[in-house]
Every structure is written in C-alpha cells, then in structure tokens.
C-alpha cells in the first residue's frame, strides 16, 4: 500500500508563477525525499529532508515538513516549461521507500 | 555503471508465460528496492533488499512474484503465470546504505501482457 497522498492530483499554471504541492503521510519517519518523474518512466531524486528538518533548500525548490501534522509541502518558484512533469513524495519508516500517487503538474510557456 | 541499468526497456508476452526482469544497481549500493507503476498511479512498493537478503518483501502481490539479490548486486524479479493485470511499469532503484540516502532509478521495464 502507499503511505503518502499528494494534494493536488493535478496543477496547472503559468510559466513564471509558483507551484505548490502538499504531501501528507500516516505512520512516523525517518525521512521523506521528493522525486519528479517525466513520461512515466525513470524518477529523479530533488530532495531529501530528515524527520528532524523543517525546511530545506535547493534551488528554485522549497521542502517544508511538518512531523506533528504529517504534512510535507513542495514550492517550486518561478516554474519554467520545463518542471511540467510528475511529483511524488516517498517516506520511510521502515528503511523502505512508499510512495504517493503524484501531483500531475503543467506549466503553460 | 554510471547509472542503475533494467533491463529489457520493453517486454511483451503472453498470459501464462514466465518473465524475468532484470536490475543492475550502482556499484557499492548496498540497497535495492523494486517498484511497480501502473499508467497515472505512483509507484507501489513490493521489494526492498539490503545486501543479499529481502529485508522487506511485504508488497509482493501475490507468490506468482518472486525476487532474487544472489550475490548482493544486481537483482532479478520473477513473475510466473502472467495475468494481464500484471502489465505496468517495473522500476527499480539502488541506493548506497538504505531510506536515509538519496534513491537512483532506472528507467524501468514496460511490461505488456498479452
């Protein structure tokens, strides 16, 4: 079974704007890692923030991470065509890795 | 290699038949972890070796699924008595120690029954 759940299912914005994506989870962790997947096939890893993180930093990407509400949120600023893609986030409780069903995101050029 | 490497890209092949696909991790990645993803779904977890040995097969559908880690690098899943429902996209992905290290995927196996 999956332990994650992205919020929304599917965005859709214009390039320039920012995107949000939220990720909620059940049991406890050790971390939680965001990946972005393009036409279904290989994902690749973004970032990664420890359960005893808060907020994390990579480029245009924004990580926050709430263990008291087991809530995870995605910011991507200033999207380009290119971030139209597909967004999970995957927890670990037990060293493995679930993952959500994914926010499908469109940024319109 | 550079990367983690599956192999075929593709498989077609018929109800009832046996297939193995197969997963070459990244050199000195001690953990494997097999996944599979149907069309809009995220991928659903079935397999997660540490080393030669499953330390988590809890996501294994059913025991026509099978997986093998023999000498602690690449893996191989096992699907005996394929049924349509069992056409989706097989990834696999390797990382150096476990969950608290970054996780690299290959570009997965499309499997279609047929």
């Known amino acids: 079974s999956q332990q994650g759940e992205e919020d929304p299912q599917a965005l859709s914005i214009q390039e320039g704007e920012n995107a949000t994506m939220n990720c909620s989870y059940k049991?406890?962790?050790?971390?939680l890692q965001w990946y972005r997947q393009n036409s279904g096939r290989g994902l690749v890893h973004l970032i990664l923030i420890r359960s005893n993180e808060r907020e994390k930093h990579s480029g245009r990407l924004r990580v926050t991470l709430d263990t008291s509400k087991k809530s995870s949120s995605l910011l991507i600023t200033a999207s380009r065509a290119a971030d139209t893609a597909s967004y999970f986030c995957?927890?670990?409780?037990?060293?493995?890795?679930?993952f959500g069903a994914g926010t499908r995101l469109t940024v319109k050029p | 290699g550079a990367g983690v490497s599956q192999t075929p890209s593709n498989k077609v092949t018929e109800k009832g038949k046996y297939v193995e696909l197969r997963c070459d991790p990244i050199?000195?990645?001690?953990?494997l972890y097999w996944y599979r993803q149907s069309l809009g779904q995220g991928p659903e977890f079935l397999i997660y070796?540490?080393?030669?040995?499953?330390?988590?097969d809890s996501g294994l559908p059913n025991d026509r699924f099978f997986a093998v880690r023999p000498e602690g690098s690449v893996s191989t899943l096992k699907i005996q008595r394929t049924e349509r429902g069992d056409s989706a996209v097989y990834l696999c992905?390797?990382?150096?120690?476990?969950?608290?290290?970054?996780?690299?995927f290959g570009q997965g196996t499309r499997l279609t029954v047929v």
């Open positions: 995957a927890t670990d409780g037990n060293n493995d890795m679930r």
């Open positions: 050199s000195g990645h001690t953990a």
């Open positions: 049991t406890s962790i050790n971390n």
């Open positions: 992905a390797s990382s150096l120690t476990g969950s608290a290290t970054e996780a690299f």
């Open positions: 070796f540490q080393g030669t040995g499953a330390a988590d």
